[in-house]
Each structure stands twice: as structure tokens, then as C-alpha cells.
């Protein structure tokens, strides 16, 4: 089972910048690799909606509304995604979840897109 710890939420005021981190980690073996990792939020009464994606190769994708202000990156050795938020808006304000696709582990392939952290909560005041 993956286990996925986000952290690097709080309080900031509009224009302000924040640095989310998401540990990935199994309940049992090791991991070998990681596929895609996204980012997602969900506002108070709302969907969650996808942020921004990160293949293993490095490719991203982002949603129109932080096109530009965000920055997602991935440290493969550590097992640990990231995501870098400058600019911050009042709209921003969400618990933010992090999530992967599938793990290949020391005791074989892992599906994990239904596993979910507790997310981390990022306030942004105007």
C-alpha cells in the first residue's frame, strides 16, 4: 500500500510564495520507480481539480489558472514531489492532495491513483 505525506502548507499573504512537499512511501518492499505525479486541490464545496503533472521523464503539464506561477518538480532518489507556488491569489486557496499512478516496487507493480494523503491546507490572504 503507498503512503503519501504532504507538507509546506500555511498562511500567506496574496502575491506570496509557497513550496509543497509529498513523501511516497510503501507499506511494504521498495521502491524501484515512480510513474506520473500530479497535484491536485479542492476548495471548501468544490471539486478537486488537477494542478499541474509531472511524467517520469520529466515532462509537465499545468492548469491554465497556475500556468506560469507554479512549478512542479520531482526528486526521484528521494521519492518526493514538489511544488513550487509564487504569485499566490486568494483562488489558490485550497487543501492541495498529491497523488501517483502506479509504483514499481521490490514486490512488483503498484496501481496507487486511488490513494490519497491527508493534503496540506495553503491560505492565501488577499
Request: net charge positive; hydrophobic share 30%.
Given at each position: 500500500?503507498?503512503?503519501?505525506?504532504?507538507?509546506?502548507?500555511?498562511?500567506?499573504?496574496?502575491?506570496?510564495?509557497?513550496?509543497?512537499?509529498?513523501a511516497v512511501s510503501v507499506s511494504s518492499g521498495v521502491i524501484f520507480g515512480i510513474g506520473?505525479?500530479?497535484?491536485?486541490?479542492?476548495?471548501?464545496?468544490?471539486?478537486?481539480?488537477?494542478?499541474?503533472?509531472?511524467?517520469?521523464?520529466?515532462?509537465?503539464?499545468?492548469?491554465?489558472?497556475?500556468?506560469?506561477?507554479?512549478?512542479?518538480?520531482?526528486?526521484?532518489?528521494?521519492?518526493?514531489?514538489?511544488?513550487?507556488?509564487?504569485?499566490?491569489?486568494?483562488?489558490?486557496?485550497?487543501?492541495?492532495?498529491?497523488?501517483?499512478?502506479?509504483?514499481?516496487?521490490?514486490?512488483?507493480?503498484l496501481y496507487a491513483s486511488d490513494s490519497w494523503g491527508q493534503g496540506t491546507q495553503v491560505?492565501?490572504?488577499?
Open positions: 500500500q503507498v503512503q503519501l505525506v504532504e507538507s509546506g502548507g500555511g498562511l500567506v499573504q496574496s502575491g506570496g510564495s509557497l513550496r509543497l512537499s509529498c506520473d505525479m500530479r497535484w491536485y486541490r479542492q476548495a471548501p464545496g468544490k471539486q478537486r481539480d488537477m494542478v499541474a503533472m509531472i511524467g517520469s521523464g520529466g515532462d509537465s503539464d499545468y492548469a491554465a489558472s497556475v500556468k506560469g506561477r507554479f512549478a512542479i518538480s520531482r526528486d526521484n532518489a528521494k521519492k518526493t514531489l514538489y511544488l513550487q507556488m509564487n504569485n499566490l491569489k486568494s483562488e489558490d486557496s485550497a487543501v492541495y492532495y498529491c497523488n501517483v499512478d502506479r509504483l514499481v516496487t521490490s514486490r512488483g507493480p491560505t492565501v490572504s488577499s
